[in-house]
């Protein structure tokens, strides 16, 4: 098993939304970018959330369309070892800061975690900053954008569009 480590986080003192996934896969990482596999619906998704074509445009315009629309992301794996892009195979993770990184962002809303794992993961992570009687900030279970998630499309896209409420 080859150790994995997450990418930077993209977010700025207006970020609204902070997406959290769980590590990036084999192809964000020999890319260098969030999520770069084709099937992966990451990038579709928030171009029907935000309406904006984010899919067309060059990796570093998606970032700063992002950035410009309220929307931050980061992972909740700063690093692990894992065989393949699959979550189920994470191992011996260590996690982000997430705590810290929220800390910085004063305009935060919501913490919307794109998939099951990246939920668990980052939820343990917040402890009581994550809980809904104490939280600070909206927390949003999103199912995932993999194409290992089967879910359709249009079901993925009536949970994402509740992210319209942070950000509008």
Request: aromatic share 8%; proline share 4%.
């Amino acid at each position: 098993m080859t150790t994995k480590r997450c990418f930077p986080p993209v977010v700025d003192q207006h970020t609204r939304v902070l997406v959290l996934g769980s590590l990036p896969g084999e192809v964000s990482l020999a890319q260098s970018q969030y999520y770069a596999h084709k099937q992966n619906r990451f990038w579709h998704l928030m171009s029907d959330v935000l309406d904006v074509d984010l899919v067309g445009l060059a990796y570093a315009q998606r970032l700063e369309a992002l950035r410009n629309h309220h929307v931050g992301l980061w992972d909740v794996v700063a690093e692990a070892r894992r065989d393949g892009s699959l979550d189920s195979n994470i191992k011996d993770h260590q996690g982000n800061d997430l705590l810290g990184l929220i800390a910085t962002l004063p305009n935060l809303k919501a913490i919307a975690f794109n998939g099951g794992t990246a939920a668990k993961i980052g939820e343990r992570a917040l402890g009581e900053h994550g809980d809904k009687h104490g939280a600070q900030h909206a927390i949003v279970k999103l199912p995932s954008s993999s194409p290992a998630y089967t879910l359709a499309y249009a079901e993925k896209l009536i949970a994402w569009q509740a992210l319209r409420a942070w950000l509008d």
